[in-house]
């Protein structure tokens, strides 16, 4: 009953527009069990409040007029996030800054809403979306982890948004992100000052735009530096951590295996730390690592993580000025935002034993003015 009268409250606020959110987003907003939605449901429906679809989901009962105010109430002051996967499995940089971002958003009286779904993120996900978005209108969209065909999709229907990372070229959405091009192509130009010619960067299968910004800067940074005979390679993994194995597998057993990786995404830096120690491979004497993004866990390994930093709270506030361009409809020329990372120059890279070091990089290869480079964390 009390699970009935919240959500009788929330339907005579005009949280929601024609639908009620599915039963997994319900019960993951109100922290019950399904079973308990189901029956505060069912109370509902008798109550003449909702009409259960088959299929479809649950229908608000309002009078036509009433509905409409409901929903342009409810736009108003209404961001929606949009994830593949719930908070709590996603890579703890996300949660923290989906919680500043909250808090921002709070603070300037509008609500953030979290859905989340694999559903949502397939090649063709027009029906899932479809849905979702008649189901809770939102006065804008923020889409975390997305891929062309979301992306496309809320282009096509003129659905408010913003990309939280990089936005797909042809799709001129608004788009926050680290400058991941900067980035590689900076730590490319770091293994080769070092004296490495075999370099490599290992990364999970993805179709993200970030990681091919990741791929051109990496690719980029060793074609444009003076050692001709440096090669870099792209490796990719199945984003699992035995097929993260094989493809490292493959990787080290062949002939011209690289001497320096640069590893993107924090967690499967473990896995190739883990992986090189079963091997007997020193870190940085034998194989030095880089971690392309960074996390707090990584302060804790030794030696110290050579990565790229940027505070979560940064990024959160970055999506709130998107946030109010969207709000007072200026999305245009300044759509783009890429925030530069900070290098922490940790001791997990090192110069190749028995080499020279090369030369000072080139000034293409030198950090740009506002990527700011700090000390490694010691434990």
């Known amino acids: 009953m009390q699970v009935a009268a919240r959500l009788a409250a929330e339907i005579k606020k ?16 109100l922290q019950v069990g399904r079973k308990t939605l189901r029956k505060a449901l069912g109370h509902l429906q008798r109550d003449g409040a909702i009409e259960t679809q088959h299929g479809r989901g649950h229908r608000l009962r309002r009078k036509k007029g009433a509905a409409a105010t409901a929903i342009a109430t409810n736009a108003e002051v209404a961001v929606g996030l949009l994830t593949p996967d719930s908070i709590e499995n996603l890579r703890p940089y996300t949660a923290l800054w989906v919680d500043e971002l909250r808090a921002l958003l709070f603070e300037n009286g509008v609500r953030l809403a979290t859905f989340c779904g694999h559903r949502f993120f397939t090649g063709r996900p027009e029906k899932a979306l479809t849905r979702l978005v008649a189901q809770n209108p939102q006065r804008c969209w923020v889409l975390a982890h997305s891929n062309r065909h979301i992306q496309q999709w809320f282009h096509e229907n003129g659905i408010a948004c913003i990309i939280a990372g990089s936005s797909h070229p042809g799709l001129p959405l608004p788009n926050v992100d680290l400058d991941f091009f900067a980035i590689c192509r900076h730590a490319a130009g770091e293994m080769l000052r070092l004296g490495h010619r075999q370099v490599a960067l290992f990364m999970r299968q993805s179709d993200r735009a970030g990681d ?8 980029d940074g060793v074609r444009r530096s003076p050692h001709r005979s440096a090669e870099p390679m792209i490796v990719q993994h199945d984003g699992t951590v035995d097929g993260a194995y094989r493809s490292l597998s493959r990787l080290f057993g062949a002939a011209n295996a690289p001497t320096a990786v640069l590893v993107a995404q924090s967690t499967f830096y473990l896995t190739t730390i883990a992986f090189l120690a079963e091997r007997g491979l020193r870190v940085p004497q034998d194989v030095s690592l880089m971690c392309r993004d960074d996390e707090t866990f990584l302060a804790y390994l030794k030696p110290a993580p050579a990565r790229y930093a940027c505070n979560p709270k940064t990024y959160a506030k970055r999506l709130l000025l998107q946030l109010n361009l969207v709000f007072d409809g200026e999305t245009g020329a300044d759509a783009t935002h890429r925030i530069e990372g900070k290098f922490i120059a940790g001791a997990s890279l090192g110069p190749v034993e028995g080499r020279r070091l090369a030369a000072p990089l080139p000034a293409s290869h030198r950090l740009p003015k506002n990527l ?5 964390h010691r434990a």
């Open 372 to 376: 700011k480079t700090a000390p490694s």
């Open 212 to 219: 091919l910004e990741s791929e051109r800067g990496f690719e």
């Open 14 to 29: 005009g949280t929601w527009g024609a639908w009620l959110p599915g039963e997994r987003t319900l019960a993951n907003t």
